[in-house]
Structures are given as structure tokens and as C-alpha cells.
């Protein structure tokens, strides 16, 4: 059974930072790429940022020089470090699990694995 656990979310203030984590089981997750997304009230679920099998990473425009993403093929993990959070960063963050070689904003072929969330609220 694949499992993709977040954690990491909680209150900050604007300018503040957060590291959400994302522990993954049951899938052999070096051969993977895994995302971060996130959706805000009222909004599409978006690609904040994603990391592929070989280490190469992509960023939304609004978060690019703000948020690194990286992963721990030893620990499964793929973490988002946040600084210089935004109000406009509010929202629930997921990480997704896809086949390598696979688009970040299409539905995949193949595996499609969705964490439950994390929420993130920037706000003073």
C-alpha cells in the first residue's frame, strides 16, 4: 500500500518560513518524480514545485527564488523548505508521487499518488 504523509504546516507570519516533509512508503520512491501542489480556497490545485528522478526541479513563477524543493532517496522523503511566505501562499500543500518523465499539470499515466495535505496559513 503506498502512503505519502505530510507534515510540516501551521501559522507563520508574512516573511516567516516552514519546511513541510513528505515521507513516502510502499513504492520504491527513487524511481518516481514527487511534487509539491497546492490548492487555495476557491482555487485549482496548483504545482508549487517538483523534483524529478535525476534531481532536476521546476517552480511555479510565484514561489521560484523563495521555495527549494528536495529529496532523500535513503529516507523517502521530499521536502519544501518556504521562506519569505506570503499571504498569497495560504493554502493546503500536497505532495504527489508520478511516473518519471511524466508532465507536472496533466494527470499521469501510470501511478498518481496523493498525500492527505498540510495546510499553511500566512497571515499576522
Known amino acids: 500500500q503506498v502512503q505519502l504523509v505530510e507534515s510540516g504546516g501551521g501559522l507563520v507570519q508574512p516573511g516567516g518560513s516552514l519546511r513541510l516533509s513528505c515521507v513516502v512508503s510502499g513504492i520504491n520512491f527513487r524511481s518516481y518524480q514527487v511534487g509539491w501542489y497546492r490548492q487555495a480556497p476557491g482555487k485549482e490545485r496548483e504545482l508549487v514545485a517538483g523534483?524529478?528522478?535525476?534531481?532536476?526541479?521546476n517552480y511555479a513563477d510565484s514561489v521560484q527564488g523563495r521555495f527549494t524543493i528536495s529529496r532523500d532517496n535513503a529516507k523517502n522523503t521530499v521536502d519544501l523548505q518556504m521562506g519569505n511566505l506570503k499571504p498569497e501562499d495560504t493554502a493546503v500543500y500536497y505532495c504527489?508521487?508520478?511516473?518519471?518523465?511524466?508532465?507536472?499539470?496533466?494527470?499521469?499515466?501510470?501511478?498518481?499518488?496523493w498525500g492527505q495535505g498540510t495546510r499553511v496559513t500566512v497571515s499576522s
Open positions: 504527489n508521487l508520478r511516473p518519471p518523465g511524466s508532465t507536472w499539470n496533466e494527470r499521469p499515466g501510470g501511478v498518481n499518488y
Open positions: 523534483i524529478r528522478v535525476a534531481g532536476p526541479t
